[in-house]
């Protein structure tokens, strides 16, 4: 269990993972005040773990030491998890929480920068839709290209042996274990994914119609409890 907490705006934004052991200990006010807190401070020190618990809290004790005095008061291990801050020259952040449980603190966050200063509603609307996209389909990469390479050879393992009691001639077998790889990382790159908006477009079409010049997605996160 536990909590995902954002903080910043959209030229700095960064999120935190904070895990307990229950959803009653992740709901407990104490443990939001502290989690709300903190997550303002990481973004502060741009997601650097050892500096972060190193930094005081506004009753003059650093991270560690409220941690502590929390875990001893709530009785029950708290520890800090994942954590990313997105602060790129001339882009702009955009956000997304699901299963809120109170104002900044979520079950899943997705924060995604754009290499933009374009303000309107185009914009706006595209990046909102974008990070809700993102929460949706679960993307591994960017591109296909980003794909961890043990992630593509573990697919690659499961098609073969998938095949290898299909009776099929090894020269259609390799066909078929190429279009599913290919459609693997299709499917698992943001870029071509399905638009969740209108799945008939992929991401990279709507992003192509919004007609703003050199518009881009930098990088993007999503962390959700649990994954």
């Given amino acids: 269990e536990g909590v995902v907490v954002i903080s910043g705006d959209e030229k700095k934004m960064s999120l935190i993972e904070i895990n307990c052991e229950t959803d009653f ?71 997304y929480q699901h299963s809120v449980i109170k104002d900044n603190v979520s079950k899943l966050v997705v924060i995604v920068s754009l290499n933009t200063n374009e303000i309107s509603d185009k914009i706006d609307l595209f990046g909102k839709q974008l990070s809700m996209h993102i929460a949706a389909s679960n993307p591994i990469a960017l591109n296909s290209n980003e794909i961890d390479q043990e992630l593509i050879d573990k697919e690659i393992s499961l098609i073969a042996e998938e095949l290898k009691n299909s009776g099929k001639p090894e020269e259609i077998a390799k066909k078929i274990s190429l279009g599913k790889i290919n459609k693997f990382k299709d499917e698992n790159s943001l870029m071509t994914q399905d638009w969740v908006m209108d799945p008939k477009i992929k991401v990279k079409d709507v992003i192509k119609g919004l007609e703003i010049s050199n518009l881009n997605i930098n990088e993007f996160v999503r962390l959700k409890i649990g994954e």
């Avoid at 709901?27 to 303002?40: A, R």
């Avoid at 997601?47 to 009785?75: H, P, R």
């Fill in 25 to 95: 200990v992740a709901k407990n006010d104490d443990f939001i005040d502290f989690v709300k807190e903190l997550s303002e401070l990481n973004n502060n020190h741009g997601s650097k773990l050892e500096e972060l618990k190193n930094s005081k809290m506004k009753n003059s004790k650093t991270v560690d030491e409220n941690l502590v005095a929390l875990i001893a008061k709530i009785g029950e291990k708290i520890t800090i998890g994942r954590m990313k801050t997105l602060d790129k020259e001339n882009s702009r952040n955009f956000a």
